[in-house]
């Protein structure tokens, strides 16, 4: 199918993919940096890859199972950064000084699971979006 026979649901199910994808390699670098000192470290790891094939594989093949399963792993998405959220601003607070400006700058970035949260929202309401 040609590019410009795609719609606007298909194009933003493909940039959910892609942008998955960046956010894998940000995350494991970030956690690889880290150890993995926490085991919830890994969710993200494995999460991301596996919404990056699926919103792949939907926005070339639209099967109603694909649509369930991609749906279903953009709420478990929004779950895992909504986790995320909590283990990263928590991070920042334990530090020496807790909650400071130059603790938001060194610490563990708490934006990046919003950004994954907003992914997985984005992908939902391409989803839900009737």
């Known amino acids: 199918m040609h ?20 956010i894998w390699v940000q995350v494991t670098l970030s956690h690889y940096r880290q150890n993995f000192h926490h085991k919830s470290m890994w969710a993200p ?6 919404f990056s094939v699926t919103g ?4 070339m093949v639209h099967a109603g199972w694909l ?5 279903g792993l953009m709420w478990v998405g929004v779950l ?9 601003f928590h991070g920042v607070g334990v530090r ?8 938001f700058l060194v610490g563990p970035p708490v934006i990046m ?11 939902l309401i391409v989803m839900y979006w009737r």
């Open 3 to 22: 590019w410009t026979q795609w719609t606007l649901d298909r194009m933003i199910i493909l940039f959910v993919a892609i942008a998955f994808f960046a």
């Open 45 to 50: 790891i494995i999460a991301s890859p596996l």
């Open 56 to 59: 792949l594989a939907l926005a």
């Open 67 to 71: 649509v369930w399963l991609f749906t």
């Open 80 to 88: 895992i950064g909504s986790a995320g959220f909590y283990y990263h």
């Open 96 to 103: 020496v000084g807790g909650w400071t400006m130059r603790n």
């Open 113 to 123: 699971p919003v950004l994954f949260i907003a992914m997985c929202a984005l992908g």
